[in-house]
């Protein structure tokens, strides 16, 4: 059994910052990528970043030279540094990791339950 679980999430001022935390657990043989993604009401889930085990990362346009993700391969976590928020990046952000379970698995998609971020004054 893997758990994904988000932190960090909170009611932040425009222009403001905060950082999300995903720790995963269980049976962890490898985790290829990780990513945030997330979803505002209304609208589809999008993807703002990834990070490959290579640390080789992907970001979304919008939030280029704004976000910073991160992860520790030794601690199994992954972080999200977000500065200069704006009022319409309000949603639900969710964790996503594609995980092997066992040497001999194939590697699943899972995701966490998500953490809210609000921007507004």
């Known amino acids: 059994q893997v758990q994904l679980v988000e932190s960090g999430g909170d009611l932040v001022q425009p222009g403001g910052s905060l950082r999300l935390s995903c720790a995963a657990s269980?049976?962890?043989?490898?985790?290829?990528?990780m990513a945030w993604y997330r979803q505002s009401p209304g609208k589809q889930r999008e993807l703002v970043a990834s990070?490959?085990?290579?640390?080789?990362?992907n970001y979304a346009d919008s939030v280029k030279g704004r976000f910073t993700i991160s992860r520790d391969n030794a601690k199994n976590t992954l972080d999200l540094q977000m500065n200069s928020l704006k009022p319409e990046e309000t949603a639900v952000y969710y964790c996503?990791?594609?995980?092997?379970?066992?040497?001999?698995?194939?590697?699943?998609?899972?995701w966490g339950q998500g953490t809210q971020v609000t921007v507004s004054s």
């Open positions: 996503n990791a594609v995980i092997k379970t066992a040497r001999w698995d194939s590697y699943k998609n899972y």
């Open positions: 269980g049976t962890i043989f490898s985790i290829y990528i």
């Open positions: 990070i490959t085990s290579g640390d080789d990362t």
